[in-house]
């Protein structure tokens, strides 16, 4: 894909160690750096240092090279030719590469310079070396890779599933514009048509799951953990939370949150003059106004954002223009194409590129906002010259992009001319926050269940999804759509890619609507402080990088009921603009 031929972008960051044409998806190019990194010697802390530069720059390099990979195979799933390019850097580069960056590390760890670093720079790296020390186990390895490729067809198969509809063939992401509509009929018949496509599949995505969980429950036993829940929270380096805090969120979220998402849908079954709500009534404009269409091409949606971006920030604006020359944007949806969105870092040139699946939806207005938050992340961090201190915590990461969302509501104007569409917009997103919480929180105790309980059977899984979605669900009606209602997770990506990478977006989601308070009582003072967050990285703790921001890392009920009072309280104010 030339569209991300490393060799038209900017290198700003030469290399000073790798030589500059070292074939990085050939395996013994790679380990011939490897090795020397393993045997180079030490005489002093100068040379420890050096030595650090050095490693970081390879890794730099190298995960930019699994990054490209992974983002030609998502945009291509049907492409074989790109598919064996990733998954032979799976399995000749990456996988082989693990036990030696383990020895490198060890190396690291045991050097008699690494006491007389500075504590303060190196406390935070030193406590995520020991925590890796003390997960890695060699058997892991090719069950981790394995892992990797069952990724791979995940997101193969959920990118293969079209339908026809309207006289041609449609992705499921592009069917959901017509869940807008205002003919029920049409909503009723794209919705049915597109869970009906998913449903027929329900097999192969269970026994995908399957083998999944027999390989995680491996991983967790071999490294010595009970479970694989508790593995993962050390894997992922909650350090500043554990599970009991996730399920204080759970039941902020059942007791504080759902019942605000209750409000909201009763209103909107009053003014639709329904007594009941189907699940494909929760789109539509509720008083049957058309649908939303903030731009005909992706090259509108761009045009608009950039300008967002640069009322938010003129220096977002910038940045996301050097995104578009650059070619770093993919937002069509297509046919082969991976569902969802995301934010890529590409390490080594220091940039980030956008993927997204753009139908012409207000929906994907939010979406490149999201993934432009995690992008001027990106852009603050990169000249942290410590490479593992360029990327903070996930739980901040989504404070980036959800903030970056928020702030963007005033500006919609950008988008959307009429100030009442605009209006209508940003109603949309803020109820879109709130109800978007309970489904956090089914997703992240469904996975507490799923691992806790590693033996349990494919209908016992079923019956306590079911059973969640009735703690944490809203007032839709699934009479007669049971079965579809009870697999409904297999959409989920993060459930079958990334298990407990959810959790995040609930307590980023909290720490964003602080910074849209800030904001709102001042903008310049809001954006200062939300900058100054993102350049931090990850040279500090969660809380403190936090507290940088000017917000609190706190995901308490103490936090959540004035926080709700708040959208609550604009949301009144916007439905009187609307």
Partial sequence: ???????????????QYIPADLQLGHWPSVESIIQELQNRPFASKADLEKWLRDLGEFQDALNEEGSLRYIRMTCKTDDPEIEKKYLEFLEQIEEPSKSHFFAILKKYWDCPFRSSLPEKDFSLFNRSAQNELGLYRKENIPLETELSKLSQQYQKLSGSLTVHYDGQEKTLQQMGRYLESTDRKVREEAWSLTAERRLQEKKAFEDLFDQMLKLRVQVAKNAGFDNYRDYMFRRRERFDYGPQDCEAFHESAEKTVKPLVVKIQQRRAKRMGLQTLRPWDLLVDPDGRPPLKPFE????????????????????????????????????????????????????????????????????VRTILHEGGHAMHNFASRNISFSPYRHAPIEFCEVASMSMELMADPFLSEIYPNPKEAARSVIRHLEDVIILLPWIATVDAFQHWIYTHPNHRQEERTAYWLELRKRFGGIEDWTNLEEIQSHLWHRQLHIFEIPFYYIEYGIAQLGALQVWKNFRQDKKEGVRLYKQGLSVGGTQTLPEIFKSAGIRFDFSLKMIEPLMAEVEKELERLEKVS
């Fill in 1 to 15: 894909m030339a569209l991300l031929d490393p060799q038209t972008l900017p290198h700003e960051f030469p290399r």
């Fill in 297 to 364: 091409n992706s090259k509108g949606l761009v045009a608009g954002c950039e300008k967002i971006l640069g009322q938010v920030d003129p220096e977002f604006g910038r940045n996301f223009k050097t995104m578009k020359d650059l070619g770093l944007l993919d937002l069509d949806s297509g046919k082969g194409k991976a569902p969802g969105g995301y934010q890529s870092d590409l390490a080594e040139v220091r940039l980030p590129f956008i993927f997204m699946n753009a139908v012409g939806m207000d929906h994907d």
